[in-house]
Antibody, heavy 122, light 111 residues
Framework: EVQLVESGGGLVQPDRSLRLSCAASGFSFGDYAMNWVRQAPGKGLEWVSGISWNSGHIAYADSVKGRFTISRDNAKNSLYLEINSLRTEDTAFYYC???????????????WGQGTTVTVSS | QSALTQPASVSGSPGQSITISCTGTNTDIGSSEFVSWYQQHPGKAPKLIIYDVDYRPLGVSTRFSGSKSGNTASLTISGLQAEDEADYYCSSYITSNTLYVFGTGTKVTVL
């Protein structure tokens, strides 16, 4: 079964850091681009970051540029999102999503995890 | 990059057809063949239902169809069913540095 499982979310104080992980199974992880998408409570979807199959192409939404770092380890079938200087507006459900091809951005995201919650509050 | 504009809500009776619009600009939808649509039921992860403007992934009902004209993309749901009640989001490729932008989302209600 093709599956993505996120972990690492929780309650964090402002200005602290957090690392989210996404474990992939059931497909050849290294053949696909991957993304992080978030959804604030009661709000719409917001694309956060994407990474190509070999990490050669990485992109971020303007709202997180400079604070978020996406990375992947194809040997471990894992995707990561390092979040620094957390703000209250980063409070959201964070989804890991697979792109349909090896380069992110073009053909849609066809496999999604169930998400992990990040709550930023003092 | 601003979110693409969708109507907040659309409703229809079972069996009817409804269309959800997604309006952007000539720097996103107007210049992209990479428009996708997602369906999200409450408490669930989004599901890809249309990619590349008008292609359906395997397993997605043929009742879902996509199109694009100028700066506006559209999703049509034919033969509306109770299970189609959900939130729908469009998305477009922007640039190699920004990749995806989502629409504001549309809540579909089956009367």
């Amino acid at each position: 079964e093709v599956q993505l499982v996120e972990s690492g979310g929780g309650l964090v104080q402002p200005d602290r850091s957090l690392r989210l992980s996404c474990a992939a199974s059931g497909f050849s992880f290294g053949d696909y681009a991957m993304n992080w998408v978030r959804q604030a409570p009661g709000k719409g979807l917001e694309w956060v970051s994407g990474i190509s199959w070999n990490s050669g192409h990485i992109a971020y939404a303007d709202s997180v540029k400079g604070r978020f770092t996406i990375s992947r380890d194809n040997a471990k079938n894992s995707l990561y999102l390092e979040i620094n200087s957390l703000r209250t507006e980063d409070t959201a459900f964070y989804y890991c999503a697979r792109d349909r091809v090896d380069s992110p951005g073009y053909h849609g995201m066809d496999v999604w995890g169930q998400g992990t919650t990040v709550t930023v509050s003092s | 990059q601003s979110a693409l504009t969708q109507p907040a809500s659309v409703s229809g009776s079972p069996g009817q057809s409804i269309t959800i619009s997604c309006t952007g600009t000539n720097t996103d939808i107007g210049s992209s063949e990479f428009v996708s649509w997602y369906q999200q039921h409450p408490g669930k992860a989004p599901k890809l239902i249309i990619y590349d403007v008008d292609y359906r992934p395997l397993g997605v009902s043929t009742r879902f169809s996509g199109s694009k004209s100028g700066n506006t993309a559209s999703l049509t749901i034919s033969g509306l069913q109770a299970e189609d009640e959900a939130d729908y989001y469009c998305s477009s490729y922007i640039t190699s540095n920004t990749l995806y932008v989502f629409g504001t989302g549309t809540k579909v209600t089956v009367l």
